[in-house]
């Protein structure tokens, strides 16, 4: 398992202000940046694209930027992200006609990859392109909104993931993400995670940095 990271998404920050809120979640301890990308197609809701990638490396952003594709289809965009700056790139197998390929872009440019599952989509996706995996990404709400409620059932199959990622050897991070919360995250940890989104937690939040600072020791624990 490897060491854990802390992953606010954006989707919560206040948009008007999006530069500075990167900023202080990332002064505040945070580790990679969150990027909901949304389409009103796949999923029933629209939020930002690559120009708003390229803008936050422009003003400065040095930190990994985990692009999180909630798009169909998958490839076209690929490209453009990675040439916004972003460091992984997940998509939902779903969305893609030919998951093997999108990996393969994503992989071909020098960008880490992974899938996303829903929370009704089973793992077996990860199976046959585990070597091209750097990252699995377990939703644990349906895909569209922040601020929704953690679904428990999310906990048994991060196990699963946890065994299949364990029993391959491989180096793939282990991503969760939804209704991630100070009160619940020690049991996400404990389940498998390595990384941990959340959004209204933290952005919600008065003060960024003690709400990051009580994830991590409530992850130790
Ligand atoms: C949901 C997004 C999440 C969302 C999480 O489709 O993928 O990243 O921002 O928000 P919270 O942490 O509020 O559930
Ligand atoms: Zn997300």
Redo the contacts with the bound molecule.
């Keep these: 398992k490897q060491s854990p990271l802390i992953a606010p ?1 954006i ?1 919560s920050a206040d948009f008007a202000r999006l530069g500075e809120e990167v900023d202080n979640v990332l002064a505040a301890g945070a580790d990679i940046v ?1 990027f ?1 990308v949304m389409d009103n197609h796949y999923v029933p809701n629209l939020t930002i694209g690559p120009m708003v990638c390229k803008a936050l490396r422009n003003h400065g952003v040095t930190a990994p930027i985990d692009v ?1 594709l ?1 798009v169909s289809p998958v490839d076209r965009i690929i490209g453009d992200f990675i040439e916004a700056g972003a460091s992984y790139i997940t998509f939902h197998p779903e969305a893609s006609d030919h998951i093997d390929r999108s990996l393969q872009i994503i992989k071909d440019a020098g960008c880490k990859a992974g899938l ?1 599952f829903n929370p009704a989509t089973p793992l077996h996706y990860m199976d046959y392109v585990m070597d091209k995996l750097d990252m699995v ?1 377990l ?1 644990s709400v349906n ?1 569209g909104f922040g601020g929704q409620s953690f679904i428990p059932a999310t906990l048994d199959k991060l196990k699963q993931a946890r065994k299949k990622i364990d029993d391959s050897g491989l180096d793939i991070r282990l991503e969760i ?2 209704g991630v919360k100070v009160d619940n995250i020690a049991e996400i940890a404990a389940a498998g995670a390595d990384t941990f ?1 959340a ?1 209204s937690a933290i952005f919600n939040a008065d003060d960024y940095q003690t709400t990051i600072e009580k994830m991590r020791a409530e992850i130790a624990k």
Excluded: K, R
Aim: hydrophobic share 45%; charged share 15%.
């Design positions: 998404s989707l969150h909901d999180h909630m996303v990404l939703m895909p993400d939804g989104v959004g």
